[in-house]
Protein backbone atom coordinates (compact mmCIF):
# COMPACT_ATOMS: atom_id res chain seq x y z
CA UNK A 1 0.00 0.00 0.00
CA UNK A 2 1.47 3.54 -0.94
CA UNK A 3 0.93 6.83 1.14
CA UNK A 4 -0.34 9.55 -0.80
CA UNK A 5 2.37 12.23 -1.66
CA UNK A 6 0.03 14.65 0.78
CA UNK A 7 0.59 11.96 3.46
CA UNK A 8 4.11 11.43 3.15
CA UNK A 9 4.69 15.03 3.56
CA UNK A 10 2.31 15.27 6.06
CA UNK A 11 4.44 13.18 8.63
CA UNK A 12 7.65 14.70 7.19
CA UNK A 13 6.39 17.85 8.23
CA UNK A 14 5.24 16.65 11.49
CA UNK A 15 8.55 14.87 12.20
CA UNK A 16 10.65 17.61 11.30
CA UNK A 17 8.52 19.75 13.89
CA UNK A 18 9.03 16.41 16.60
CA UNK A 19 12.42 16.82 16.14
CA UNK A 20 12.78 21.15 16.56
CA UNK A 21 10.81 21.16 19.73
CA UNK A 22 11.98 17.96 21.39
CA UNK A 23 15.35 16.95 20.23
CA UNK A 24 15.16 13.89 22.21
CA UNK A 25 11.90 12.59 20.06
CA UNK A 26 12.55 10.62 17.31
CA UNK A 27 11.01 10.92 13.57
CA UNK A 28 10.43 7.22 13.87
CA UNK A 29 7.83 8.17 16.31
CA UNK A 30 5.40 10.37 13.95
CA UNK A 31 6.09 7.80 11.32
CA UNK A 32 5.40 5.14 12.75
CA UNK A 33 1.85 6.35 14.26
CA UNK A 34 0.84 5.99 9.96
CA UNK A 35 2.77 2.67 10.08
CA UNK A 36 0.97 0.27 12.32
CA UNK A 37 2.97 -2.79 11.12
CA UNK A 38 6.40 -0.85 11.19
CA UNK A 39 7.26 -2.22 7.81
CA UNK A 40 9.19 -0.32 4.97
CA UNK A 41 9.58 -0.79 1.25
CA UNK A 42 12.96 1.45 0.61
CA UNK A 43 13.14 2.37 -3.32
CA UNK A 44 16.17 3.76 -3.82
CA UNK A 45 18.26 4.23 -6.97
CA UNK A 46 21.06 1.78 -6.34
CA UNK A 47 21.50 -0.54 -3.11
CA UNK A 48 25.66 -0.86 -2.11
CA UNK A 49 24.71 -4.40 -0.20
CA UNK A 50 27.86 -3.85 1.92
CA UNK A 51 30.14 -5.28 -0.90
CA UNK A 52 28.53 -4.24 -4.12
CA UNK A 53 26.33 -1.74 -5.63
CA UNK A 54 22.89 -2.94 -7.44
CA UNK A 55 20.54 -0.83 -9.90
CA UNK A 56 16.97 -0.86 -8.95
CA UNK A 57 16.82 -2.82 -5.96
CA UNK A 58 14.33 -2.80 -3.36
CA UNK A 59 14.39 -2.79 0.57
CA UNK A 60 12.18 -4.87 2.44
CA UNK A 61 11.98 -3.97 6.49
CA UNK A 62 9.74 -5.63 9.15
CA UNK A 63 10.07 -5.07 12.65
CA UNK A 64 13.86 -4.44 13.09
CA UNK A 65 15.18 -6.65 10.57
CA UNK A 66 15.92 -6.57 6.77
CA UNK A 67 13.76 -9.32 5.20
CA UNK A 68 13.80 -9.21 1.02
CA UNK A 69 16.11 -7.49 -1.00
CA UNK A 70 16.28 -7.59 -4.33
CA UNK A 71 14.88 -6.25 -8.21
CA UNK A 72 10.87 -4.81 -7.75
CA UNK A 73 9.64 -8.28 -9.76
CA UNK A 74 10.97 -10.06 -7.03
CA UNK A 75 10.30 -8.79 -3.58
CA UNK A 76 7.14 -9.16 -1.81
CA UNK A 77 5.76 -6.37 -0.33
CA UNK A 78 3.90 -6.79 3.21
CA UNK A 79 0.26 -5.58 3.36
CA UNK A 80 0.22 -1.91 5.58
CA UNK A 81 4.05 -1.19 4.73
CA UNK A 82 5.37 2.30 4.23
CA UNK A 83 7.13 3.19 1.46
CA UNK A 84 10.43 5.47 1.19
CA UNK A 85 11.14 6.91 -2.14
CA UNK A 86 14.74 7.37 -2.59
CA UNK A 87 15.39 8.45 -5.81
CA UNK A 88 18.68 9.19 -7.02
CA UNK A 89 20.31 8.01 -3.56
CA UNK A 90 21.94 4.98 -2.77
CA UNK A 91 21.02 2.64 0.26
CA UNK A 92 23.78 0.96 2.04
CA UNK A 93 24.46 -0.76 5.48
CA UNK A 94 24.84 1.89 8.00
CA UNK A 95 28.38 2.71 8.61
CA UNK A 96 30.48 1.33 11.29
CA UNK A 97 33.15 3.22 13.03
CA UNK A 98 35.82 1.48 14.69
CA UNK A 99 38.03 3.85 16.62
CA UNK A 100 36.11 6.76 18.72
CA UNK A 101 36.09 8.52 22.01
CA UNK A 102 32.75 9.84 23.12
CA UNK A 103 34.24 11.33 26.12
CA UNK A 104 36.29 13.53 24.37
CA UNK A 105 35.80 16.81 21.99
CA UNK A 106 38.50 18.52 19.68
CA UNK A 107 41.78 19.07 21.31
CA UNK A 108 41.12 22.50 19.27
CA UNK A 109 38.62 23.37 21.70
CA UNK A 110 40.03 21.97 25.19
CA UNK A 111 43.45 20.09 25.39
CA UNK A 112 43.55 16.80 26.23
CA UNK A 113 44.97 17.42 29.59
CA UNK A 114 42.54 19.94 30.43
CA UNK A 115 39.75 17.62 29.59
CA UNK A 116 40.42 14.76 31.59
CA UNK A 117 41.91 16.91 34.64
CA UNK A 118 39.23 19.93 34.69
CA UNK A 119 36.09 18.93 32.93
CA UNK A 120 33.63 17.70 35.53
CA UNK A 121 32.12 13.77 35.08
CA UNK A 122 28.74 15.64 34.35
CA UNK A 123 29.86 17.98 31.26
CA UNK A 124 31.75 15.18 29.76
CA UNK A 125 28.55 13.04 29.56
CA UNK A 126 26.63 15.54 28.94
CA UNK A 127 28.70 16.19 25.86
CA UNK A 128 28.83 12.34 25.18
CA UNK A 129 24.88 12.69 25.01
CA UNK A 130 25.26 15.44 21.76
CA UNK A 131 28.59 13.58 20.44
CA UNK A 132 26.23 10.71 20.04
CA UNK A 133 23.22 12.01 18.63
CA UNK A 134 25.64 13.88 15.81
CA UNK A 135 27.47 10.82 14.77
CA UNK A 136 23.79 8.61 14.02
CA UNK A 137 22.43 11.76 12.23
CA UNK A 138 26.18 11.24 10.16
CA UNK A 139 25.03 7.68 9.29
CA UNK A 140 27.06 5.66 11.96
CA UNK A 141 24.81 3.34 13.46
CA UNK A 142 27.47 1.35 14.87
CA UNK A 143 30.64 2.70 16.79
CA UNK A 144 33.54 0.88 19.05
CA UNK A 145 34.42 3.30 21.76
CA UNK A 146 38.23 3.17 22.74
CA UNK A 147 38.44 4.20 26.19
CA UNK A 148 37.20 7.18 28.41
CA UNK A 149 40.06 8.76 28.43
CA UNK A 150 39.37 9.98 32.97
CA UNK A 151 35.97 10.04 32.36
CA UNK A 152 35.24 6.58 34.39
CA UNK A 153 32.40 4.66 33.22
CA UNK A 154 30.26 6.70 31.03
CA UNK A 155 30.64 4.93 28.00
CA UNK A 156 29.13 2.40 29.49
CA UNK A 157 26.18 4.14 30.98
CA UNK A 158 25.90 6.46 27.41
CA UNK A 159 25.65 2.96 25.78
CA UNK A 160 22.80 1.75 28.10
CA UNK A 161 20.76 4.42 27.73
CA UNK A 162 20.61 4.64 23.67
CA UNK A 163 19.92 0.83 24.00
CA UNK A 164 16.85 2.44 26.60
CA UNK A 165 15.56 4.71 23.78
CA UNK A 166 16.44 7.50 26.29
CA UNK A 167 18.88 9.15 23.97
CA UNK A 168 19.67 8.46 20.01
CA UNK A 169 22.74 7.43 19.12
CA UNK A 170 24.83 4.13 17.39
CA UNK A 171 25.21 0.92 18.88
CA UNK A 172 27.86 1.00 20.94
CA UNK A 173 30.73 -1.47 21.80
CA UNK A 174 32.66 0.15 24.65
CA UNK A 175 36.21 -0.43 26.76
CA UNK A 176 35.50 1.71 30.03
CA UNK A 177 39.28 3.10 31.11
CA UNK A 178 41.61 0.96 29.33
CA UNK A 179 44.71 -0.12 30.12
CA UNK A 180 48.23 1.49 30.54
CA UNK A 181 51.35 0.77 31.96
CA UNK A 182 52.28 2.41 35.21
CA UNK A 183 54.05 5.28 34.44
CA UNK A 184 53.19 5.83 31.06
CA UNK A 185 50.59 7.71 30.87
CA UNK A 186 48.97 11.47 30.94
CA UNK A 187 48.28 13.35 32.66
CA UNK A 188 51.84 14.09 34.41
CA UNK A 189 52.42 17.04 36.52
CA UNK A 190 55.56 17.07 39.67
CA UNK A 191 56.63 13.62 40.14
CA UNK A 192 55.21 14.04 43.64
CA UNK A 193 51.75 14.54 42.51
CA UNK A 194 49.26 11.69 41.67
CA UNK A 195 47.26 13.40 39.25
CA UNK A 196 44.38 11.02 37.74
CA UNK A 197 45.10 9.40 34.61
CA UNK A 198 43.43 8.97 31.61
CA UNK A 199 43.06 5.47 31.73
CA UNK A 200 43.44 2.66 34.80
CA UNK A 201 47.41 1.54 35.64
CA UNK A 202 47.90 -1.98 36.13
CA UNK A 203 50.99 -4.67 35.86
CA UNK A 204 52.26 -7.86 36.18
CA UNK A 205 50.44 -10.88 35.86
CA UNK A 206 48.05 -10.97 38.93
CA UNK A 207 47.39 -6.89 38.65
CA UNK A 208 46.81 -7.16 34.80
CA UNK A 209 44.02 -10.00 35.11
CA UNK A 210 42.52 -8.20 38.25
CA UNK A 211 41.96 -5.05 36.14
CA UNK A 212 41.13 -6.97 33.39
CA UNK A 213 38.34 -9.16 34.65
CA UNK A 214 37.17 -5.67 37.03
CA UNK A 215 36.90 -3.73 33.38
CA UNK A 216 34.85 -6.65 31.90
CA UNK A 217 32.67 -7.12 34.86
CA UNK A 218 31.63 -3.03 34.76
CA UNK A 219 30.73 -3.48 31.38
CA UNK A 220 33.74 -3.78 28.90
CA UNK A 221 32.46 -5.09 25.39
CA UNK A 222 36.32 -4.86 23.84
CA UNK A 223 39.50 -4.45 26.23
CA UNK A 224 41.58 -1.92 25.24
CA UNK A 225 45.31 -1.96 25.91
CA UNK A 226 48.74 0.92 25.38
CA UNK A 227 51.22 -1.57 24.19
CA UNK A 228 53.09 1.54 23.63
CA UNK A 229 53.49 5.28 24.45
CA UNK A 230 55.06 8.56 24.58
CA UNK A 231 57.62 7.88 26.73
CA UNK A 232 61.02 7.64 25.19
CA UNK A 233 63.57 9.77 26.73
CA UNK A 234 63.37 11.88 23.49
CA UNK A 235 59.42 11.84 23.61
CA UNK A 236 59.29 8.82 21.35
CA UNK A 237 56.62 6.16 21.51
CA UNK A 238 58.38 3.04 23.09
CA UNK A 239 56.87 -0.09 24.97
CA UNK A 240 55.02 0.06 27.81
CA UNK A 241 54.35 -4.13 28.76
CA UNK A 242 56.19 -7.04 27.89
CA UNK A 243 54.85 -9.21 25.46
CA UNK A 244 53.95 -11.64 28.76
CA UNK A 245 51.72 -9.15 30.03
CA UNK A 246 50.07 -8.57 26.80
CA UNK A 247 49.60 -12.19 26.53
CA UNK A 248 48.23 -12.09 30.15
CA UNK A 249 45.49 -9.13 28.90
CA UNK A 250 44.58 -11.09 25.91
CA UNK A 251 44.40 -14.70 27.56
CA UNK A 252 42.05 -12.92 30.25
CA UNK A 253 40.15 -11.22 27.86
CA UNK A 254 39.54 -14.40 25.20
CA UNK A 255 38.25 -16.57 27.72
CA UNK A 256 34.93 -14.31 28.79
CA UNK A 257 34.72 -14.01 24.78
CA UNK A 258 36.24 -10.64 24.19
CA UNK A 259 38.51 -9.46 21.84
CA UNK A 260 41.62 -6.77 22.52
CA UNK A 261 42.36 -3.67 20.97
CA UNK A 262 45.81 -2.15 20.94
CA UNK A 263 46.87 1.19 20.61
CA UNK A 264 50.50 0.87 19.26
CA UNK A 265 52.90 3.22 17.43
CA UNK A 266 56.07 1.72 17.13
CA UNK A 267 56.98 -1.22 15.44
CA UNK A 268 58.52 -3.81 18.90
CA UNK A 269 55.06 -2.71 20.34
CA UNK A 270 53.46 -3.63 17.34
CA UNK A 271 54.72 -6.64 17.12
CA UNK A 272 54.42 -7.34 21.23
CA UNK A 273 50.61 -7.15 20.33
CA UNK A 274 49.89 -8.86 17.63
CA UNK A 275 52.44 -12.06 18.48
CA UNK A 276 50.10 -11.73 22.24
CA UNK A 277 46.80 -11.95 20.03
CA UNK A 278 45.06 -8.77 19.72
CA UNK A 279 42.77 -7.95 17.05
CA UNK A 280 43.13 -4.66 16.13
CA UNK A 281 45.79 -2.61 16.08
CA UNK A 282 45.35 1.29 16.69
CA UNK A 283 47.69 3.93 14.83
CA UNK A 284 50.10 1.82 13.40
CA UNK A 285 52.32 4.71 12.17
CA UNK A 286 55.96 2.78 12.46
CA UNK A 287 55.31 -0.26 10.84
CA UNK A 288 57.58 -2.39 9.12
CA UNK A 289 57.37 -4.86 6.02
CA UNK A 290 57.90 -7.50 8.72
CA UNK A 291 54.93 -6.11 11.05
CA UNK A 292 52.51 -5.74 7.69
CA UNK A 293 53.50 -9.43 6.84
CA UNK A 294 52.59 -10.54 9.98
CA UNK A 295 49.40 -8.83 10.79
CA UNK A 296 48.13 -10.22 7.41
CA UNK A 297 49.42 -13.63 7.73
CA UNK A 298 47.53 -13.32 11.57
CA UNK A 299 44.36 -11.22 9.92
CA UNK A 300 45.05 -8.40 12.87
CA UNK A 301 43.29 -5.74 11.67
CA UNK A 302 44.68 -1.68 11.57
CA UNK A 303 42.77 1.33 12.46
CA UNK A 304 45.06 3.79 10.94
CA UNK A 305 43.43 6.57 12.64
CA UNK A 306 44.31 9.10 9.45
CA UNK A 307 42.22 12.15 10.63
CA UNK A 308 43.54 12.16 13.91
CA UNK A 309 46.94 12.97 13.16
CA UNK A 310 45.31 15.15 9.95
CA UNK A 311 43.39 17.16 13.01
CA UNK A 312 46.12 17.63 15.24
CA UNK A 313 48.70 19.08 12.34
CA UNK A 314 45.79 21.70 11.23
CA UNK A 315 45.18 22.55 14.82
CA UNK A 316 48.77 23.84 14.84
CA UNK A 317 47.99 25.78 11.44
CA UNK A 318 48.69 23.15 8.92
CA UNK A 319 46.48 24.23 5.70
CA UNK A 320 46.15 20.74 3.54
CA UNK A 321 46.66 21.54 0.10
CA UNK A 322 48.46 24.80 0.24
CA UNK A 323 51.48 23.85 2.45
CA UNK A 324 53.62 21.18 1.82
CA UNK A 325 52.89 17.81 3.75
CA UNK A 326 54.41 17.73 7.19
CA UNK A 327 56.81 15.32 7.60
CA UNK A 328 54.19 12.98 9.86
CA UNK A 329 52.11 13.32 6.94
CA UNK A 330 54.51 12.12 4.14
CA UNK A 331 55.30 9.18 6.43
CA UNK A 332 51.77 8.25 7.51
CA UNK A 333 50.95 7.93 3.98
CA UNK A 334 54.14 5.62 3.37
CA UNK A 335 53.22 3.51 5.81
CA UNK A 336 49.59 3.34 5.18
CA UNK A 337 49.74 2.39 1.52
CA UNK A 338 52.44 -0.30 2.86
CA UNK A 339 49.87 -1.21 4.70
CA UNK A 340 47.57 -1.37 2.34
CA UNK A 341 50.26 -3.69 -0.30
CA UNK A 342 50.97 -6.54 2.25
CA UNK A 343 46.95 -6.90 2.31
CA UNK A 344 46.52 -5.79 6.04
CA UNK A 345 42.91 -5.55 7.19
CA UNK A 346 42.03 -1.69 6.92
CA UNK A 347 39.85 -1.13 9.66
CA UNK A 348 37.39 2.40 9.28
CA UNK A 349 38.67 3.58 12.79
CA UNK A 350 39.70 7.78 13.19
CA UNK A 351 39.91 8.22 16.88
CA UNK A 352 37.22 10.46 16.19
CA UNK A 353 36.84 12.99 19.42
CA UNK A 354 40.16 14.44 18.32
CA UNK A 355 38.01 16.03 15.92
CA UNK A 356 34.61 16.61 15.46
CA UNK A 357 31.68 14.00 16.39
CA UNK A 358 29.65 13.49 13.35
CA UNK A 359 32.76 14.15 10.93
CA UNK A 360 33.88 10.78 11.06
CA UNK A 361 33.85 10.92 7.14
CA UNK A 362 36.53 12.75 6.85
CA UNK A 363 38.62 9.25 8.09
CA UNK A 364 37.36 7.50 4.98
CA UNK A 365 38.01 10.32 3.14
CA UNK A 366 41.46 10.07 3.77
CA UNK A 367 41.72 6.47 3.34
CA UNK A 368 40.82 7.30 -0.33
CA UNK A 369 43.32 10.21 -0.36
CA UNK A 370 46.22 7.90 0.43
CA UNK A 371 45.59 5.10 -1.38
CA UNK A 372 42.72 3.15 -1.20
CA UNK A 373 39.30 3.19 -3.75
CA UNK A 374 36.16 4.60 -2.51
CA UNK A 375 34.88 0.72 -3.17
CA UNK A 376 37.53 -0.51 -0.65
CA UNK A 377 37.06 2.58 1.96
CA UNK A 378 33.25 1.94 1.80
CA UNK A 379 33.57 -1.66 1.82
CA UNK A 380 35.90 -1.14 5.24
CA UNK A 381 33.23 1.22 6.89
CA UNK A 382 30.28 -1.45 6.34
CA UNK A 383 30.81 -5.35 5.89
CA UNK A 384 34.83 -4.72 6.70
CA UNK A 385 34.34 -3.50 10.29
CA UNK A 386 31.28 -5.82 11.15
CA UNK A 387 33.95 -8.08 10.35
CA UNK A 388 36.41 -7.03 11.91
CA UNK A 389 34.12 -6.46 14.90
CA UNK A 390 32.61 -9.77 14.96
CA UNK A 391 29.27 -8.65 13.91
CA UNK A 392 28.91 -9.83 10.58
CA UNK A 393 26.30 -11.88 11.40
CA UNK A 394 24.12 -9.00 12.21
CA UNK A 395 25.72 -5.92 10.49
CA UNK A 396 27.64 -4.74 7.74
CA UNK A 397 25.10 -5.86 5.00
CA UNK A 398 22.15 -4.99 3.21
CA UNK A 399 20.54 -9.26 3.28
CA UNK A 400 17.64 -10.65 4.71
CA UNK A 401 18.00 -11.75 8.15
CA UNK A 402 19.69 -8.95 8.87
CA UNK A 403 19.13 -6.13 11.88
CA UNK A 404 18.06 -2.85 9.68
CA UNK A 405 20.57 -0.34 9.77
CA UNK A 406 20.21 1.47 6.78
CA UNK A 407 21.47 5.02 5.64
CA UNK A 408 20.51 6.55 2.24
CA UNK A 409 23.06 9.55 0.76
CA UNK A 410 22.70 11.10 -2.61
CA UNK A 411 24.88 9.77 -5.48
CA UNK A 412 27.31 7.00 -5.85
CA UNK A 413 29.43 6.49 -2.32
CA UNK A 414 31.59 3.02 -3.83
CA UNK A 415 32.36 5.84 -6.35
CA UNK A 416 32.69 8.90 -4.38
CA UNK A 417 33.68 8.95 -1.16
CA UNK A 418 32.17 11.92 -0.33
CA UNK A 419 28.92 11.24 -0.94
CA UNK A 420 28.70 9.86 2.23
CA UNK A 421 28.64 13.48 3.87
CA UNK A 422 25.12 14.39 1.93
CA UNK A 423 22.75 11.67 4.58
CA UNK A 424 19.60 11.57 3.78
CA UNK A 425 17.86 8.57 5.91
CA UNK A 426 19.13 7.29 9.26
CA UNK A 427 17.54 3.64 10.12
CA UNK A 428 18.80 1.94 12.87
CA UNK A 429 16.86 -1.46 14.00
CA UNK A 430 14.16 -0.95 12.09
CA UNK A 431 13.59 2.72 12.95
CA UNK A 432 13.46 5.79 11.36
CA UNK A 433 15.89 8.48 12.72
CA UNK A 434 16.30 10.47 10.44
CA UNK A 435 14.62 11.40 6.94
CA UNK A 436 13.84 14.83 6.15
CA UNK A 437 13.64 14.09 2.04
CA UNK A 438 9.61 14.17 1.74
CA UNK A 439 10.13 12.08 -1.60
CA UNK A 440 9.52 14.91 -3.51
ZN1 LIG B 1 42.05 6.78 20.39
Not at 85 to 98: H, K, N, Q, V
Not at 322 to 331: H, K, M, N, Q, W
Not at 357 to 371: P, Q, R, S
Request: charged residues 20%; contains cysteine.
Amino acid sequence: MRFMKGGVLALTLLALFALLVAPNSSVSTALAQGNPTNSYVLRPSWVFDGFETHEGWFVVVEGDRITEVGPPEEVPVPRGSQDIELEGMTLLPGLIEGHSHILLHPYNETTWTDQVLNESLAQRTARAVVHVRDTLRAGITTMRDLGTEGAGYADVGIKEAIELGVIPGPRLLVTTKAIVATGSYNPKGAPEHFLPKGAEEADGYDDLVRVTRDQIGRGADWVKVYADYRWGPDGTAQPTFTEQELRTIVEVSESSGRRVAAHAVSAEAIRRAVVAGVKTIEHGDSGTPEIWRLMAERDVALCPTLAAGYSILTYSGWRPGVDPDPERIVAKKASFRAALEAGVPICFGGDVGVYSHGTNVVELELMVEYGMTALEALRAATSGNARILELDDQLGAVRPGLLADLIAVDGHPAEDITALRSIRLVMKGGKVYWWPHSGE
